[in-house]
């Protein structure tokens, strides 16, 4: 029998599995599609070659974290070496089956570190890895001139374990007051069009952004990938209330 599902975690381990398995092998096909030396329009930084390092990288980091169920990270010097280029798929895909493993049948509500204070357990690293899995394909295939499908409930939860772990807490809320002047200074609404849901994030005294479901008057539509990829700046979609969307922006964190 599966464990039980965690509160903070909508989607079932399974299903997580499975879209990170499916976005991985996607951007594997569209690496082999493409050239590793083409560089990646949202990360200028990177060619394609390093954008497959670096999920290859996450996904070792966060394996070791949840199969292990470390209170920290691992040592640096666990950390593998990155393989010549003609061996970085191969290396790509064996990490990618094996976290989507370990996570589909983990125990969700284990113990472990994570970035995130307010959820320290394997459940955070499952959700977390299905938008990494699904930004980094969209990056892959747009350095082909390719596009991708995101299922709808997948999208959905990924735009709302952004809001509840990546948009600033009480502590930088009140240090982006102090030293840049910088609140929300409003309501900010986000509108799926295709399955008909919306989010109002706001900002609550002394708890930082928070967000809560519903809103009128969006200030972004689109459907739910779209919303996703805009959330991470793959995508531009038409903008109300331009102002209050960027300080939604530097109150929140896509790194």
């Known amino acids: 029998m599966p464990a039980p599902i ?26 082999i599609a493409g050239d590793l030396r083409a560089r990646v329009a949202h990360c200028p ?49 064996a990490g990618a089956e094996a976290i989507a493993e370990t996570l589909a049948t983990a125990d969700q509500s284990a113990p472990c570190w994570t970035w995130f204070p307010p959820q320290q357990d394997v459940a955070f690293v499952t959700r977390h ?3 990494e899995a699904v930004v980094h394909h969209f990056d892959a295939a747009d350095a082909i001139g390719q596009s991708i499908d995101i299922a709808a409930d997948i999208a959905v939860d990924c735009v709302e374990e952004f809001l509840t772990t990546s948009l600033a807490d009480a502590d930088d809320v009140a240090a982006l007051r102090e030293t840049k ?13 295709d399955v008909d849901r919306s989010w109002t994030v706001f900002d609550q005294p002394g708890s930082g952004l928070l967000w809560r479901p519903g809103g009128d008057a ?3 539509s689109g459907t739910a990938a779209d919303l996703l990829l805009w959330i991470y700046g793959r995508t531009e979609l038409p903008e109300q209330q331009p102002e209050l969307i960027e300080r939604f922006r530097r109150m929140s964190s896509t790194d």
Do not use: K
Request: aromatic letters at 6%.
């Open 6 to 31: 965690p509160p903070s975690m909508p989607l079932t381990p399974q299903r997580c599995a499975d879209a990170i398995t499916e976005h991985s092998r996607g951007l594997a096909d569209a690496v």
């Open 45 to 93: 930084d990177w060619n394609v070659a390093d954008l497959v390092w670096h999920v290859t990288g996450v996904h070792w980091f966060w394996h070791t974290i949840a199969s292990e169920r470390l209170s920290e990270p691992p040592a640096e010097e666990r950390r593998p070496i990155r393989p010549p280029d003609d061996r970085l798929v191969s290396r790509f895909r």
């Open 129 to 131: 890895q299905v938008q």
């Open 181 to 193: 002047g910088l609140a929300l200074d409003g309501e900010l609404v986000l509108h799926a069009t």
């Open 218 to 220: 969006p200030a972004v």
